[in-house]
Structures are given as structure tokens and as C-alpha cells.
């Protein structure tokens, strides 16, 4: 979807590296998520954002953090990657929550090693 | 905790066949469900929102229903096509920030 962009798409990054995905949208939308995606798992909620500087955590929030500076960035950092956090990461979008449905963005296939 | 399950995690089907893939969920308390489609290495694309207060979405060959009272749905794709190949994801919103997805039910139509 144009309106929804993530970078990097694939990253290899080494054990105990910060790592930070990033997430910007050109559709004004209100909320924001971070979600993981791992065989067997399905899509797992690791956090999401309301608005500018509004942000709570999720099913899966050990080990990540986020900031949310201005509407159209959602940032999602690893302070110290493991091999548990090797991953697809999800970034969504909604207008005024889940009532008008969600719009994904392409991913970021993370391999920590 | 909502639990999503869908049922079953693959199915194969000749061409021109109707789909019919099922979504049960724990909680019946739910704003609403989303059908997914995911093609492999690819993002989520939505194929139909029901809202809490609706039975059926319909869009095309795709139809999906909603009985929350059972805790279920189900999504219909008519005269399947190879082109239907792809994993389709059901997620319950269950509150208003939230979804809660199924593992996904992989689907192979040939041709």
C-alpha cells in the first residue's frame, strides 16, 4: 500500500546490537502498530500508538521500544537484539481503530545472528 | 485472553471448486472481524471487515459471515481459482486498538 512504508525491508544484524525499524504513513492516520510475525505464531502485537507521543504495549513488548515524534512515524527499536527477536515485522495502520480495519505495510524480515 | 483458531492450516483444491475456510474465536465480545489475505514474502492485504452488528460482508466472489453467539466465521470464495493461492488470516478486533489474529489457514488451488 503507497500510503504505508516500511525500511528497511530485510536486515542481518549480530547479537546485542540496537537495531531500529522504521514506519512512516502519508495517510493521517491515528494508530499505529507494531506487530511480529513467526511460523506457528501467527501475528502477535508487540506495541501500538493512539497519536504523537500515545503509545502502549503489547502481547509481546519484552525486549522493544517505540516513539512516536510526530503522526507519520512509528519507530520500533531493539536496545539489544537476540536470536529470539529474529522475526517479520509488521507495521499498521487505522483510522480510528480497529472498527475501520487495519492497513499493513510490506514488513521488515529481520535475522539476528 | 481472545484465542483465535482457524481450521484447517491447509487445504488443496482443484480449480473451480467453492472455498470454504472457517475462523472460531473465544471471546464473544468483539468490535469485529477482518479476513486477510497474505501472498508469500508479502504484507496483509484486507479482504473483508465485518462489524460486530453485521451477519455477512460480501465482495466479489468472497462472502464472509459472522455468528458471534457460536464464535465463528466463515469465509466462502466461489469457483476458486490458482490465482486464490495465498494463506488467509482471520483477526477479531475485541476491543477498539486491538486484533488478535489466527495462525492462518494456507490455501493451493490448482489448476
Known amino acids: 500500500d503507497a500510503g504505508i512504508t516500511q525500511s528497511p525491508r530485510h536486515k542481518v544484524t549480530e547479537t546485542g546490537t540496537p537495531v531500529t525499524l522504521r514506519c512512516h504513513q502519508t495517510?493521517?492516520?491515528?494508530?499505529m502498530y507494531w506487530y511480529r510475525q513467526d511460523p506457528g505464531h501467527g501475528l502477535r502485537l508487540i506495541h501500538y500508538s493512539y497519536g504523537v507521543k500515545d503509545t502502549d504495549k503489547g502481547e509481546v513488548s519484552d525486549g522493544y521500544s517505540v516513539s512516536r515524534s510526530k503522526t507519520e512515524d512509528f519507530l520500533l527499536t531493539l536496545e539489544s537484539a537476540t536470536s529470539s527477536q529474529t522475526s517479520v515485522y509488521f507495521c499498521?495502520?487505522?483510522?480510528?481503530?480497529?472498527?475501520?480495519?487495519?492497513?499493513f505495510g510490506s514488513g521488515t524480515r529481520l535475522t539476528v545472528v | 485472553k481472545q484465542e483465535v483458531t482457524q481450521i484447517p492450516a491447509a487445504l488443496s483444491v482443484p480449480e473451480g471448486e467453492n472455498l470454504v475456510l472457517n475462523c472460531s474465536f473465544t471471546?464473544?465480545?468483539?468490535?469485529?472481524l477482518q479476513w486477510f489475505r497474505q501472498d508469500p514474502g508479502k504484507g496483509l492485504t484486507s479482504l473483508l471487515l465485518i462489524q460486530s452488528s453485521q451477519r455477512e460482508q460480501t465482495s466479489g466472489r468472497l462472502n464472509a459471515s459472522l455468528d458471534k453467539s457460536s464464535g465463528r466465521s466463515t469465509l466462502y470464495i466461489a469457483a476458486s481459482q490458482p490465482g486464490d493461492s495465498a494463506t488467509y488470516l482471520c483477526?477479531?478486533?475485541?476491543?477498539?486498538?486491538?486484533?488478535?489474529f489466527g495462525a492462518g489457514t494456507t490455501v493451493t488451488v490448482r489448476a
Open positions: 471471546d464473544s465480545a468483539i468490535y469485529n
Open positions: 483477526a477479531v478486533g475485541f476491543n477498539d486498538y486491538k486484533l488478535s
Open positions: 495517510e493521517n492516520h491515528r494508530y
Open positions: 499498521a495502520l487505522s483510522r480510528t481503530g480497529a472498527n475501520y480495519g487495519y492497513t
